[in-house]
């Protein structure tokens, strides 16, 4: 059986050497980083590293970074910030964490709306920029958003992204999307804007996230985000966007009906959603895993379970196209032999469809 191809970066990058020789060294330390003695010191000292590196790639102040557990925890600040109600675009990266704040009864007038949007589709890998601000607010159908909170996980690290120069007051990052470990991530706030404590407790990160930091994880963090910046300086993902181009002029001679979805719009290098109307996207990523092959189909923030993302419906697609989307996603590790065995092997798949289906 040949050695199988990891295409689904956009679920999880595979972790980088990097960050993996951070986490050993770090959990060979001992002590608490809160504690004055020389251990905790030294483990303080690896923290604040870390917070260094990973601020050098968002494009902050260090002072500006606070660790979570991943990017939902990060996200769940806006149940805390400013007075009024948390506005979402729908086509955010993870539009199931703003899924439950409600629009009913907005007040158009009213101050203190929060706009949270996603950078990057994590299903399209399209790129979508903030509305452009109006006397100071960012305007949101009828609403006035005073703040506005961006998720870049999908983003950083992949494309040059600076939060400094964005205009966000928050911003959510999560490791193992760069290459990092699962079960850390950040939450950027602009130095000056106070908010409530995500978590109680022992007034940890400057009093907003309590709790014994993650050192390990966080050390992996910050070591997969200097590695990641060293990818962006090195322009490493125009290889990867030209390996995707390949992957989808390939597949459009060989199969006529399907669909591209966001491929005329600005996109994430590595990431190509397609739509063959009939042919169940679970169907798909099912026998490409049995092939060697893992890809996506719908959403994976629920583990079990395949939603539709509301976006392909946004682009236009049917019930039955919208349910036959996957999503293939490449890191700087793709080969081309790669991206063409898996050509090979899902037009081949294709094709005993489409004769099914006659």
Same mark, same amino acid.
């Given at each position: 059986?040949?050695?199988?191809?990891?295409?689904?970066?956009?679920?999880?990058?595979?972790?980088?050497?990097?960050?993996?020789?951070?986490?050993?060294?770090?959990?060979?330390?001992?002590?608490?980083? &809160? &504690?004055?003695? &020389?251990?905790?010191?030294?483990?303080?000292?690896?923290?604040?590293?870390?917070?260094?590196?990973?601020? &050098?790639?968002?494009?902050?102040?260090?002072?500006?970074?606070?660790?979570?557990?991943?990017?939902?925890?990060?996200?769940?600040?806006?149940?805390?910030?400013?007075?009024?109600?948390?506005?979402?675009?729908?086509?955010?990266?993870?539009?199931?964490?703003?899924?439950?704040?409600?629009?009913?009864?907005?007040?158009?007038?009213?101050?203190?709306?929060?706009?949270?949007?996603?950078?990057?589709?994590?299903?399209?890998?399209?790129?979508?920029?903030?509305?452009?601000?109006?006397?100071?607010?960012?305007?949101?159908?009828?609403?006035?958003?005073?703040?506005?909170?961006?998720?870049?996980?999908?983003?950083?690290?992949?494309?040059?992204?600076?939060?400094?120069?964005?205009?966000?007051?928050?911003?959510?990052?999560?490791?193992?999307?760069?290459?990092?470990?699962?079960?850390?991530?950040?939450?950027?706030?602009?130095?000056?804007?106070?908010?409530?404590?995500?978590?109680? *407790?022992?007034?940890?990160?400057?009093?907003?996230?309590? *709790?014994?930091?993650?050192?390990?994880?966080?050390?992996?963090?910050?070591?997969?985000?200097?590695?990641?910046?060293?990818?962006?300086?090195?322009?490493?993902?125009?290889?990867?966007?030209?390996?995707?181009?390949?992957?989808?002029?390939?597949?459009?001679?060989?199969?006529?009906?399907?669909?591209?979805?966001?491929?005329?719009?600005?996109?994430?290098?590595?990431?190509?959603?397609?739509?063959?109307?009939?042919?169940?996207?679970?169907?798909?990523?099912?026998?490409?895993?049995?092939?060697?092959?893992?890809?996506?189909?719908?959403?994976?923030?629920?583990?079990?379970?395949?939603?539709?993302?509301?976006?392909?419906?946004?682009?236009?697609?049917?019930?039955?196209?919208?349910?036959?989307?996957?999503?293939?996603?490449?890191?700087?590790?793709?080969?081309?032999?790669?991206?063409?065995?898996?050509?090979?092997?899902?037009?081949?798949?294709?094709?005993?469809?489409?004769?099914?289906?006659?």
């Amino acid at each position: 059986m040949s050695e199988r191809v990891y295409l689904d970066w956009n679920a999880s990058a595979p972790l980088r050497p990097e960050a993996r020789a951070a986490v050993v060294s770090a959990l060979d330390m001992v002590g608490n980083a &809160s &504690s004055v003695h &020389s251990e905790g010191r030294a483990l303080r000292g690896l923290i604040e590293k870390a917070r260094g590196q990973v601020a &050098s790639l968002a494009g902050c102040k260090p002072s500006e970074v606070v660790f979570t557990s991943g990017a939902t925890e990060a996200a769940s600040v806006l149940r805390h910030i400013l007075v009024g109600h948390a506005v979402c675009v729908q086509d955010t990266a993870h539009e199931c964490l703003w899924a439950h704040f409600d629009l009913t009864g907005v007040d158009e007038n009213a101050t203190g709306h929060t706009l949270a949007m996603g950078l990057a589709n994590s299903e399209t890998g399209v790129i979508t920029e903030p509305p452009t601000q109006v006397d100071g607010a960012w305007p949101y159908g009828a609403v006035r958003c005073h703040a506005l909170l961006l998720d870049v996980v999908q983003a950083v690290g992949r494309i040059p992204w600076s939060f400094h120069w964005s205009g966000a007051h928050l911003a959510i990052l999560s490791a193992h999307k760069l290459g990092g470990p699962k079960g850390v991530g950040a939450l950027i706030v602009r130095e000056g804007l106070e908010i409530e404590a995500i978590q109680l *407790g022992g007034g940890q990160e400057l009093g907003r996230r309590s *709790g014994t930091e993650n050192a390990a994880g966080i050390a992996g963090f910050g070591a997969a985000c200097a590695a990641a910046e060293r990818d962006l300086d090195a322009d490493v993902w125009s290889g990867v966007e030209k390996l995707r181009n390949i992957l989808e002029n390939a597949l459009a001679d060989g199969a006529k009906e399907t669909i591209f979805v966001g491929n005329e719009s600005p996109r994430l290098p590595n990431t190509s959603c397609f739509a063959t109307p009939g042919w169940k996207g679970e169907t798909q990523v099912m026998q490409m895993d049995l092939a060697g092959f893992a890809i996506s189909a719908g959403s994976a923030c629920s583990s079990g379970k395949v939603k539709v993302p509301r976006v392909l419906r946004a682009y236009g697609l049917d019930d039955r196209a919208a349910e036959s989307a996957v999503r293939v996603s490449l890191g700087p590790s793709t080969t081309e032999d790669d991206v063409l065995r898996f050509v090979d092997v899902w037009t081949r798949h294709e094709k005993k469809f489409r004769q099914r289906a006659a």
